[in-house]
Nanobody
């Protein structure tokens, strides 16, 4: 059994920064990749950023050059540094973990960008 524990969401003004963390707890799993999706009210869940165990990254066009995903394989943890935040970044951010047996999701953390 794998559990994902997210932290770091909150309220920030436009132009501000936040850092999200997601730690995978459990045993006997091998990570293919981890990352973040987000879902705003009335919208579908969308990809934000992913990172493979080898360190390859992928970003949604809307967050390129503003967000940075990184990982710590030893801690089974992935981070999302979000800079230059915009009101349209407001959403619930979900961490995911892709392992050989399937995909696990975190509980979600709210990010609100507002003045």
């Amino acid at each position: 059994q794998v559990q994902l524990v997210e932290s770091g969401g909150g309220l920030v003004q436009p132009g501000g920064s936040l850092r999200l963390s997601c730690a995978a707890a459990g045993s006997g799993f091998s990570i293919h990749n981890m990352g973040w999706y987000r879902q705003a009210p009335g919208n579908q869940r969308e990809l934000v950023a992913t990172i493979t165990r080898g360190g390859s990254t992928n970003y949604a066009d809307s967050v390129k050059d503003r967000f940075t995903i990184s990982g710590d394989n030893a801690k089974n943890t992935v981070y999302l540094q979000m800079n230059s935040l915009k009101p349209e970044d407001t959403a619930v951010y979900y961490c995911y973990l892709h392992v050989i047996t399937g995909v696990y999701w975190g509980q979600g953390t709210q990010v609100t960008v507002s003045s």
